[in-house]
């Protein structure tokens, strides 16, 4: 593993005033070497020539949030993240890295989750480059690498959790959003930490059942919602019933038996639970039949 070992280059205009110095002296000496017919000084022109060439080669800018690596002949010689305008070795070979906040948007895969079920899942990841050595040198594609890491995180996450949890207590995908996004930042970090990456942020950006079974859970889900409303709808109903018959007794209205009381209930559970508006039966006759 080679860690980041950060320099400082040269001033741009020093290297800038050196290559003009240079680049006068060769024609100096070769302008000499005509107007004097002295070949010794065509001779000493040429190199100078080709150092000041050279010598221009070595100027190159960095910009915010980025950083240029030094290579000399297969060597790190370490990394310029100042911004501006410097000046290197010649012969140094200058790699580009970006240092800015990226995101990833991760295709959507469909894999099984703790329970079997086929899912269809996607993650965004929010990253940056933290050691500018490891991500050059201990990796060979550190962009490729975020991405195929990212997918292979995202499918181990599906594998650990249910889409939907049946108790509405346990961990999900669906239900513990912050809690899973969590899970998958850290494991993510800990598979990315080689290539000098820092994971920022990961969310899940698609979750859904594959299509095979999404119109069998649709219809689960939906039995679901149905049960609970139901089982609200009896309990306020049930609750309306009690407090209808205690107020006729306490205020004395009609005096009912047990089974005119049996009757007044169901026909108020049929009003209260049933799905559409109940027809009333008037009774012009007497209480009695």
């Not at 040198?137 to 996450?157: C, M």
């Not at 800990?190 to 594959?210: K, N, P, T």
């Amino acid at each position: 593993m080679i860690n980041e070992r950060k320099i400082t280059a040269w001033s741009g205009p020093m290297g800038l005033v050196i290559g003009i110095l240079l680049g006068a002296s060769a024609i100096n000496f070769f302008v000499g070497a005509i107007s004097k017919e002295n070949p010794g000084l065509l001779i000493v022109s040429l190199p100078l020539l080709m150092l000041s060439i050279l010598a221009f080669t070595g100027l190159f800018t960095v910009q915010p949030n980025q950083a240029v690596v030094l290579i000399f002949f297969g060597t790190y010689v370490g990394t310029v993240r100042d911004a501006g305008w410097w000046w290197t070795n010649p012969f140094n070979l200058k790699k580009r890295i970006s240092l800015r906040v990226r995101s990833l948007n991760g295709h959507t895969i469909k894999v099984n989750d703790k329970a079997g079920n086929p899912v269809e899942i996607a993650a965004v990841v929010v990253w940056r480059v933290r050691d500018t050595a490891q991500a050059s040198f201990d990796v060979e594609d550190y962009d490729a690498f975020v991405s195929v890491q990212s997918e292979t995180a995202v499918r181990h996450l599906a594998s650990e959790y249910p889409y939907d949890a049946e108790d509405h207590e346990g961990l999900s995908l669906r239900g513990s959003t912050d809690r899973v996004s969590q899970t998958l930042r850290q494991e993510l970090q800990e598979r990315l930490q080689q290539a000098g990456v820092d994971v920022m942020e990961a969310r899940l950006s698609h979750l859904a059942y594959a299509q095979e079974i999404a119109g069998a859970m649709l219809q689960r889900q939906q039995a679901a919602a149905i049960i609970a409303a139901r089982q609200k709808i009896v309990d306020g109903a049930v609750g309306m019933v009690e407090m209808a018959l205690e107020r006729l007794k306490r205020n004395n209205v009609v005096d009912l038996d047990d089974e005119k009381k049996a009757a007044m209930v169901s026909n108020l559970l049929v009003v209260l639970c049933g799905e559409r508006a109940a027809t009333p039966v008037l009774n012009t006759g007497t209480l009695h039949q």
